[in-house]
């Protein structure tokens, strides 16, 4: 399981901090993530084992800084694992009704939260152990990589992102992994990110991501995760951080 991480502003409350720990064991696979320096933004990320055979993971950015959004976080933390264990325990589900049910949940659940808008894109996925699927849905998010023999496919948006409307829904799609291939999130804060270079500056980009992810050595996914921040850090250098910069990758074994 994970923890929530408690951390003092100089002024205020306890700021209550999302922190995954401890990733659920996977057969034939691995799921990891880390973040890059200080959370300043809305990112939270979160894996748990649903089911003997599912795990869903969850990459999700609520708009607004961390001071004004840490009521957010772990009440969505909370609800993605109650209603994820939920919805998915059962071995004859349907998971693509399962997963439209979810975020319909936390679409709800944000917007009962707070009476400001907090919009929250996300990438919510349930892999599959024996069968070696991922149901996902991607609701505003930056889009998720994949990367198999064929190269690099974008997992495109299927929805609106979570908390603007109380009835919107997002599709769910089911794809397969291959023995080999692994999936990259990322985060809104990592693709925009600014380096400032030959006196001007320029924004990573998806592009960039992209290149970095068909040359990384897919040793483990903390090492491709690890590999992405890297040339991150080194790229904004000179530009100090306004968001939150997370990768989130899912590897199968070849």
């Given at each position: 399981?994970?923890?929530?991480?408690?951390?003092?502003?100089?002024?205020?409350?306890?700021?209550?901090?999302?922190?995954?720990?401890?990733?659920?064991?996977?057969?034939?696979?691995?799921?990891?993530?880390?973040?890059?320096?200080?959370?300043?933004?809305?990112?939270?990320?979160?894996?748990?084992?649903?089911?003997?055979?599912r795990v869903l993971i969850?990459?999700?950015?609520?708009?607004?800084?961390?001071?004004?959004?840490?009521?957010?976080?772990?009440?969505?933390?909370?609800?993605?694992?109650?209603?994820?264990?939920?919805?998915?325990?059962?071995?004859?589900?349907?998971?693509?009704?399962?997963?439209?049910?979810?975020?319909?949940?936390?679409?709800?659940?944000?917007?009962?939260?707070?009476?400001?808008?907090?919009?929250?894109?996300?990438?919510?996925?349930?892999?599959?152990?024996?069968?070696?699927?991922?149901?996902?849905?991607?609701?505003?998010?930056?889009?998720?990589?994949?990367?198999?023999?064929?190269?690099?496919?974008?997992?495109?948006?299927?929805?609106?992102?979570?908390?603007?409307?109380?009835?919107?829904?997002?599709?769910?799609?089911?794809?397969?992994?291959?023995?080999?291939?692994?999936?990259?999130?990322?985060?809104?804060?990592?693709?925009?990110?600014?380096?400032?270079?030959?006196?001007?500056?320029?924004?990573?980009?998806?592009?960039?991501?992209?290149?970095?992810?068909?040359?990384?050595?897919?040793?483990?996914?903390?090492?491709?995760?690890?590999?992405?921040l890297s040339s991150i850090?080194?790229?904004?250098?000179?530009?100090?951080?306004?968001?939150?910069?997370?990768?989130?990758?899912?590897?199968?074994?070849?």
């Amino acid at each position: 399981m994970h923890s929530l991480f408690h951390s003092r502003d100089r002024e205020g409350p306890p700021a209550v901090e999302v922190v995954p720990t401890v990733f659920p064991t996977i057969s034939g696979a691995q799921v990891a993530a880390e973040f890059l320096g200080q959370r300043v933004a809305g990112d939270f990320y979160d894996a748990i084992r649903v089911s003997p055979e599912r795990v869903l993971i969850g990459l999700l950015d609520v708009a607004g800084r961390r001071e004004n959004n840490r009521h957010i976080l772990p009440a969505a933390q909370d609800l993605f694992r109650k209603a994820g264990t939920e919805l998915f325990s059962a071995s004859d589900i349907n998971e693509s009704e399962a997963m439209i049910e979810l975020n319909f949940r936390l679409n709800r659940h944000l917007i009962e939260l707070s009476t400001e808008v907090h919009s929250c894109p996300a990438f919510i996925a349930c892999y599959h152990e024996t069968f070696g699927t991922l149901c996902y849905t991607n609701a505003g998010h930056i889009p998720g990589l994949l990367r198999d023999s064929k190269g690099i496919a974008e997992l495109d948006s299927t929805g609106l992102p979570l908390g603007l409307f109380s009835h919107a829904t997002s599709d769910a799609r089911i794809i397969g992994i291959e023995k080999g291939a692994a999936l990259l999130l990322v985060s809104r804060g990592l693709v925009s990110c600014e380096g400032r270079h030959n006196g001007s500056t320029h924004e990573f980009g998806l592009e960039q991501v992209k290149e970095l992810f068909q040359n990384a050595a897919l040793a483990s996914a903390q090492t491709l995760c690890s590999s992405i921040l890297s040339s991150i850090a080194e790229f904004s250098r000179n530009v100090p951080a306004c968001d939150d910069r997370t990768a989130l990758a899912l590897l199968r074994a070849s």
